[in-house]
């Protein structure tokens, strides 16, 4: 594998993906955040600041996904409709 590209929320699972990530390809290792109005800021706040102390390159791309009435109309518990909207990143 040439390098990575990992969804980063900054939660411990992907904090973990990326330091494996980072022990294998070094600084050939992105984390990417959707930032959105269902993010909270805080949460955006700490994927930036685990990203920094792991030393990977973070992007943060904005997404829009509340403008999606199949989006806003899907229950909290079925993730497929955020999945879908999020692999057209």
């Known amino acids: 594998m040439k390098s ?3 969804a980063f929320s900054g ?3 992907s904090r973990l993906l990326l330091k494996v990530a980072v ?13 959105s109005d269902s993010l909270p800021e805080s ?3 700490l994927a ?3 990203g920094a102390a792991l030393g990977v390159r973070h992007l943060v791309v904005r997404t829009d ?7 806003t109309a ?4 079925d993730a497929i409709t955020a999945r879908r ?5």
């Open 4 to 6: 990575v590209l990992a």
């Open 11 to 13: 939660s411990v699972d």
């Open 23 to 35: 022990g294998v390809l070094g600084d050939r290792v992105m984390g990417v955040t959707a930032e």
């Open 43 to 45: 949460e955006l706040e």
């Open 48 to 50: 930036a600041s685990a």
């Open 65 to 71: 996904e509340m403008s999606d009435a199949d989006f």
């Open 74 to 77: 899907t229950p909290p518990t």
């Open 85 to 89: 909207h999020f692999s057209d990143l």
